[in-house]
């Protein structure tokens, strides 16, 4: 295994928030890496109308296609692979450990993001692959004003994602696939405030039709269609690269960041989803911009 000259910066994972970081770093002449393992979760967006400057929407890959391009402009490349580990030296630098190499850094940024918990519905998944499975109403809630729309749930926080939701429409169906076992009084009752409908029980399958409305059929024999279904199961954080070093995490499961974007440990910066429930590009990107500002102001002098 190969082990490289000392780098400025290696960043983990090349979605919006590492490929912003690269771009930055490559304009403070900064000798960076950009290591990724193709998983990024932008690549399911189908569309997105929220990003600035592009009204007429992006899809997820389009803009990584577009952040790339400009990455390369600036000099710098995107390297597939995957990182096992990282290690702290003795020197108060960090070996990051992939399969092929060992590259020395002063400093590492995580942009490892996170990944959506899916039920495990039969057509579940043929239907995120037709774009039509959402996880983020922030980023596209308007886009179903006035539609119906259905969000399947099986703890507290589906309650609160369909309370957020009711706001782009009044014809809201919450999907427990729990039967219950989180429902309490309390949770009963801000439904009820909010006029959200409750469906209960086991999802047998769900399918599409050619006008793209999505079915869900119940072990029951009914059924129900909605123009968008929102999945609010939660995501599972990609942090172990962090915590193995002892990065601290919050009750959700996101690395701490100070405002500068590094964690507790001295050199080790995070970006993007990994920090925050928000899940939004702009705030990844913006993010990035702040944590490659700061490794470059570390770094001066060198």
């Known amino acids: ?31 960076i890496r950009i290591i990724d393992a193709g998983a990024s979760r932008a690549t399911l967006i189908p569309r997105t109308f929220n990003y600035p400057g592009f ?15 400009q990455l390369q402009a600036n000099g710098g490349w995107v390297m597939p692979g995957r990182v096992a580990r990282i290690e702290r030296t003795e020197d108060d630098l960090f070996n990051v450990v992939t399969e092929s ?21 039969e057509g579940f998944q043929a239907v995120k ?3 039509l499975i959402h996880y983020c109403p922030i980023c596209d809630g308007f886009e179903f004003t006035n539609e119906r729309i259905g969000v399947i749930a099986r703890e507290e926080h589906g309650v609160d ?24 009084k309390v949770s009963m009752e801000r439904l009820a405030h909010s ?55 919050n009750p959700q499961g996101y690395l701490v960041v100070n405002p500068h974007m590094q964690t507790g440990i001295e050199g080790l910066y995070a970006a993007g989803d990994i920090t925050n429930h928000l899940s939004q590009i ?21």
């Open 55 to 69: 009204g007429e929407g992006i899809s997820g890959n389009a803009l990584l296609e577009q952040l790339r391009a």
């Open 282 to 302: 702009t705030v990844a990107t913006g993010q990035a911009s702040i944590a490659a500002t700061a490794i470059h102001n570390r770094l001066q002098g060198r």
């Open 195 to 249: 006029d959200i409908a409750l469906v209960q029980g086991k999802v047998s399958a769900m399918y599409t039709d050619e006008s793209k409305r999505i079915h869900l059929r119940m072990d029951d024999g009914t059924e129900h269609s909605f123009a968008a279904i929102y999945c609010a199961l939660g995501t599972e954080v990609r942090s172990e690269l962090g915590t193995n070093m002892g990065a601290l995490r």
């Open 161 to 184: 994602e369909a309370i957020f939701i009711k706001r782009f429409s009044a014809d809201l169906t919450l999907i427990d696939i729990e039967d219950g076992a989180y429902l309490n």
């Open 129 to 131: 692959q037709e774009g």
């Open 101 to 121: 190499e060992i590259l020395r850094s002063r400093t590492v940024l995580l942009a490892t993001g996170v990944v959506d918990v899916d039920p495990e519905i």
């Open 1 to 31: 295994m190969e082990e490289s000259a000392t780098l400025d910066c290696v960043i983990i994972g090349a979605g919006p928030a590492g490929l912003a970081a690269g771009i930055n770093l490559q304009r403070f002449l900064r000798d």
